[in-house]
């Protein structure tokens, strides 16, 4: 009954550690095709999704706000679907994306610079030095990614409940020590434990509808109580104002709508 | 004209550290004036006596006893009295409603604070809108504007004025009386008022017309339930069975419904329980809420709603308890700290309903909100612990009078001591500052108040803002800094009329009390024209009252502490008071001189 996110570098058979997690306690997949998901819903081409999720952003674009469009896309299809729990979410960053929910297994593999040379090699016939250097410059980008949007390095483990390295550990071993994990007591969810998950499926929802007008925005969202962050002053009788009175009506779960303006967010806003 | 000296250098240097200090607000405006009192000596400037010449000012003297007469009227209900007959004159016109309630809080305010007069004021004017159907932001800040044009009524009206014959000593000019500046403070009031029946329309926001809520909240209903009610619900049976208490914290996270009441087993009532506190089964709560979040509470919690107060008909009575506007007053302590390091519900056992910024009620995680001057904060609890919340400051509110420990049978001594006081100083040409303490001892004899209250009245941030502010005066003097300045300044923009002269001086004084103190201001400048007006052969007195006059003059800016109060219930935008502050401010200027000129 939990929400698993695996994190990996490419080649480092988190993919295959994720399927067969999911085949072992009867769990959900979720991975790229959460992309599609985001794509259809607020219709933005999934080459641009995919990337945002996962070259670091140049210096244009860490001017434009079209980065934070498409990641609130991507957060709200992602807490969309996890809502109910039972999930393995193998894609990028995750446990950041589903950062501040409690009861979130939250699990790195990683495997030998070697090991992945050699995978990559076989799959795309390659020499080695071609394999390592798409690997390094995939991983630098992907570190790049997280450090730009979250602040944090996703190579450090303070960040995750469980880090298995492949090698002498095998697949097998890693899916078994997950699922272990996942029954354990601390993450069992609850009606109590999924209500955060609501409230932030909620939040990431409106930000998701903001966000192209209103880049700047915070959402927060406690047991369908939403409220939305403005730095700007005197909200009344503005587009955002009128904005989001229309959205209190149409997105269900919403029990209270209200703008606050506020110099600092919280730390939880979306 | 002499030459720049060192200590002149130095003068100024604290003239513009007083300056910025008040200006960026770091420390308190009364921690300025002590830290200016304490510097001077320290450079020479000053002689340590003269450095604390200031407590025993007539103007500290004369202001403590204004304070303590003002809060005598206050005990007997005097005013309180007023306000019935004079909403009933002002009968159901806008115009009608503003002119009787602008003219008796102008005349109030003459002789007391104006900023208790304009928080008496302010339930009747309430009351008067809703019945009336007036708008209330057509009513709010004509009446405000007036209660503080009302200070230039008397010497003793404003700080600035009672701080105005201390300030003329060193030049020995002849001081002004009680009732001297009387003719211009009735024309600057009725200006005031005449500004806003001809331009109301122009320069006031065109409120809706309901009791100050939303713009969008077309009929009064609505807007009711846009604040929310009280209701009694009683849990069930098996209310805490097999699952986690639920707290009060709980209901207000979840529903948005505060508890303001409720019963622990066998029957001892709470009245604004902690937020800890865990509801129980079979008892009975009472929450503050709308009516959808009511029914949603108790529909996802198994509650029945009663239909009215049972349990709690008596303990929650409107002559018991009530919910009451705070405004966050400028300058309060509790500006930049959220409501949950405030504590009111612990503290006091008050419990904040919700918070009205910026045309926006919040009413989700309050607690993390972080206070800003001018926020509306909705408050429920008895008015005895209201009362003790007041006491403390920094949220400007108004208990219902009726609800207060008057003495209106020692109304008639406060009446024959304020007679006595004005008799004194203006029949027999007493000092004001002796006829004034008269008056305060002749109340506290009578016992019209005791001693104790007549010290806790004294506001200490007053006291020291006047008494540490007067060396600065005494050193722009002494050393010929003013002086200097004054030349300078006199070279620069050549010789002037009189007449341009003051007129000058009254923008300047205005724009000073836009930035500093009205007090700073007064302080700062008085030296500064008298020693102008005397080269340029202009009246120095009239240069000084011009200063004390203009220093009344804030309008543009909700700086001023009525202001600050009727922004929050009045709705106004700081750019409402730039529009309507505005004129009323050139009409200020405009209607001073031509007085000046007239009777002067």
Known sequence: MAIITISRGSYSMGKAVAEQVAACLGYTVISRDLLLDASTRFHVSEIKLIRAIHDAPGILERLSHSRQAYLAYIRAALTERVRDGNVVYHGLAGHLLLKGI????????????????????????????????????????????????????????????????????????????????????????????????????????????LVEEFPTVGVTCQYGNVIVYTREKGTGGSRLHKRIEALSKEIQGVFNLEVHSSENFPADAV | ?????????????????????????????????????????????????EAFVGLSSNAVVSIIAVIIIGAGLDKTGIVNKLVAPVVKIAGNSASRVVIAISVTIA?????????????????????????????????????????????????????????????????????????????????????????FIIFGRFILPQGVVDDGGHADASAAGEDENQWGEMYELTTPEDFTHYRDPVTVRD?????????????????????????????????EIVVYGRKEDVDRLAAAEGMHIRDRLEAYKMDLEASQSGVVEAVVAPRSSLIGKTLREVNLRDRFRISPLSIYRQEETYRAKMGEIELQVGDVVRLFGTW???????????????????????????????????????????????????????????????????IDEAYSSVDWRTIFLLAGLIPLGIATEKTGTAAWIAHTVLNLIGTVPPIVLLSVIGVLATLFSLVISNVGATVLLVPLVVNMAIAAHADPRMAALVVGLATSNSFVLPTHQVNALYMGPGRYRTVDFIKAGTVVSVAFLVVMVAMMALFY
């Open chain 2, 384 to 450: 005895k612990r209201l009362k003790a919340l007041q006491r403390e400051g920094g949220l400007l509110f108004s208990i219902p009078t009726e609800v207060e420990e008057m003495r209106p049978e020692k109304a008639v001594w406060a009446a024959i001591w304020l007679a006595t006081a004005l008799t004194m100083t203006m029949v027999f040409n007493i000092q004001l500052s002796v006829a004034l303490m008269t008056g305060a001892l002749g109340m506290v004899i009578t016992r019209v108040l005791t």
């Open chain 2, 251 to 283: 209901l207000r996270d979840r529903y948005l419904c505060n508890v303001v009441a409720m019963t622990e087993p066998p029957d001892y009532k709470t009245i604004s329980p902690s937020a800890d506190m865990a509801l129980h089964a079979n008892s």
């Open chain 2, 1 to 49: 004209m002499e030459p720049l000296t060192l200590n002149m250098m130095l003068v100024m240097g604290m003239i513009a550290l007083a300056i910025f200090l008040f200006v960026v607000e770091w420390v308190r405006v009364d921690v300025v004036a002590i830290l200016i009192m304490v510097t001077l000596p320290l450079l020479h400037l000053v002689t340590p006596k």
């Open chain 1, 102 to 209: 409690p009861g979130v297994l939250k699990v790195r593999i990683t495997a030998d610079l070697e090991r992945r040379v050699e995978n990559e090699m076989q799959r795309e016939g390659i020499s080695a030095q071609e394999a390592r250097d798409i690997i390094l410059k995939d991983d630098n980008q992907r570190r790049g990614w997280t450090k730009s949007l979250h602040g944090v390095d996703p190579w450090d483990s303070n960040l995750y409940d469980l880090v298995v390295r492949i090698g002498a550990l095998t697949v097998a071993d890693a899916v078994s020590f997950i699922c272990e994990a996942a029954r354990s007591e601390g993450f069992r969810t609850t009606d109590k434990s999924l209500q955060p998950v609501k409230d932030l499926a909620l939040a990431c929802r409106i930000k998701a509808e």
């Open chain 2, 107 to 195: 005349i109030i305010s003459s002789f007391m604070q104006n900023i208790g007069a304009a928080a008496l004021f302010l339930p009747a004017i309430q009351r008067v809108a809703k019945s009336q159907k007036i708008p209330l932001s057509k009513l709010l800040m004509p009446i405000g504007f007036s209660c503080i044009l009302g200070g230039t009524i008397t010497l003793v009206g404003s700080s600035p004025l009672i701080l105005l014959n201390d300030l003329l000593v060193p030049f020995n000019l002849k001081p002004f009386r009680l009732f001297d500046v009387t003719p211009i403070g009735l024309a600057l009031v009725a200006g005031g008022i005449a500004c």
